[in-house]
């Protein structure tokens, strides 16, 4: 880790139960501030329990355990006070409000700052990261692309200035294209002083920017170390990183029918421009 001495997120023997089924089982995680962590598992392992266990957002979790951020215990603490310490939350599935505009949706996450020069500099940098969404203020969310709105979710998140970002799945179903562009804003957000904790599937992609990364197996921690530690991993190359140029194919599928669907929206990789 980049200073294992200045830990951002600490979470000690967390356990997090289904009605009686425990689906996280004893986790314990330091996330080092200034830093990008992921956390690699195969679908049902616990990725987006975890997530949603330190946002708070699923009722009377963690059943055991700490989680505390900067110091302090969130563990349960509601998820609008979460938010206020400085911890937004990209969900997997992008969430927008449709039927609000670009504009709209990143005004509903800057809610919690009260400070509006500070929210003005947040929106030119969110601009600066996503110049699309600067072109498409008054455009419906429900009308962009995904790519789009994954961009638009990751952008309203950054307007709560937060110091730490949770991210589940921004490249799920994106084409190649879009995930390295992604990618490349995660890295540069993780650059400008926001810590990052991040679950993917596309653990080659994933490594290639994070600074750390631990692996989940039916709710378990199993793996943990440098990015780098878990590149060089014979099983986590056997189960993860094959993986990922089959996954790309079918986000690159996945993408294309959705264009078909749109009738072609020709401005679906506009992040270039």
Known sequence: MNNPATPLLQLDSVETYYGPLRALSGVSLTVAEGTITVILGSNGAGKSTLLGTIMGVLDGQPHRGTITFRGQRIDGMATEKIVRAGISYVPEGRRVFPELTVSENLKVGAYTVRDRQSTRRTLERVHDYFPLLADRQTQPAG???????????????????????????????????????????????????????????????????????????????????????????????????????????????????????????????????
């Open 143 to 273: 009308t962009l692309s995904g790519g789009e709105q994954q961009m638009l979710a990751i952008g309203r998140a950054l307007m709560n200035e937060p110091e730490l970002l949770l991210l589940d799945e921004p490249s799920l179903g994106l084409a190649p294209l879009l995930v390295r562009q992604v990618f490349d804003i995660v890295s540069q957000i993780r650059d400008e002083g926001v810590t990052v904790l991040l679950v993917e599937q596309n653990a080659r992609m994933a490594l290639k920017v994070a600074d750390d990364g631990v692996v989940l197996e039916s709710g378990e921690l199993v793996v943990s170390g440098t990015a780098a530690e878990l590149v060089d991993n014979d099983e986590v190359e056997e189960l993860y990183m094959g993986a990922a140029t089959t996954a790309s194919e079918q986000e690159a599928a996945s993408t294309a029918s959705e264009r078909e669907a749109q009738g072609g929206a020709q401005h679906d990789v506009d992040l270039e421009s």
